[in-house]
């Protein structure tokens, strides 16, 4: 059984840094590409980065490019996004999610449970 | 970038009834639509994707169809459990979601 479980739940200033892990299991997570997805509160999703398997390529939404930071340790099943320069407009439960690739294109197959991060002064 | 505008925002419907939401492309996205469903508190699950394909173990009341800029995500006799919010996705270029659409009980 897949199992992705988020950490790093924080309240931080306007301007503030925050790291979120994700914690991966039941699946080969080396092989696996890997997405972070966002939801500010009663909104809808936002896709915010994805990562190659193995961590050479790297994407991100406009909204997050030059501020956040997604990486991975394949040793310790492991997913990261470093957020720095934190708004307001970057409050939501960040979910992580372990992409399908299916005709070269990707699905979120499986989503962790969330992690909220909160933007306030 | 793509947009994905999803109709209606919300629903009302009741128990036993055939309900339609429609997601609809900025631009041609060909097959590459996704469809999920997500529960208050609860992360989003993948329902359909490349527009019509069911997901293994997802209920085959739940229909997609449609291909370019305009498609469909079709309930056959809504259960207690399908009262959710529904979102699309393209994945023709990196991913965007619809606003989504909230299934409520009449």
């Known amino acids: 059984e897949v199992q992705l479980l988020e950490s790093g739940e924080g309240l931080v200033q306007p301007g503030g840094s925050l790291r979120l892990s994700c914690a991966a299991s039941?699946?080969?997570?080396?092989?696996?590409?890997m997405s972070w997805i966002r939801q500010a509160p009663g909104r809808g999703l936002e896709w915010v980065s994805s990562?190659?398997?193995?961590?050479?390529?790297?994407y991100y939404a406009d909204s997050v490019k030059g501020r956040f930071t997604i990486s991975r340790d394949n040793s310790k099943n492991t997913l990261f996004l470093q957020m720095n320069t934190l708004r307001a407009e970057d409050t939501a439960t960040y979910f992580c999610?372990?992409?399908?690739?299916?005709?070269?294109?990707?699905?979120?197959?499986?989503w962790g449970q969330g992690t909220l991060v909160t933007v306030s002064s | 970038d793509i947009q994905m505008t999803q109709s209606p925002s919300s629903l009302s419907a009741s128990v036993g009834d055939r309900v339609t939401i429609t997601c609809r492309a900025s631009q041609s996205i060909s097959s590459y639509l996704n469809w999920y469903q997500q529960k208050p508190g609860k992360a989003p699950k993948l329902l359909i994707y490349v527009a019509s394909i069911l997901r293994s173990g997802v209920p085959s009341r739940f229909s997609g169809s449609g291909s370019g800029t305009d498609f469909t995500l079709t309930i056959t006799s809504l259960q207690p459990e399908d009262f959710a919010t529904y979102y699309c996705q393209q994945s023709h270029s990196s991913a965007t979601f619809g606003q989504g659409t909230k299934l409520e009980i009449k």
């Open positions: 999610s372990k992409i399908e690739i299916n005709s070269g294109r990707w699905l979120f197959d499986d």
């Open positions: 990562i190659s398997p193995g961590g050479d390529h790297t």
């Open positions: 039941g699946f080969t997570f080396s092989t696996s590409a």
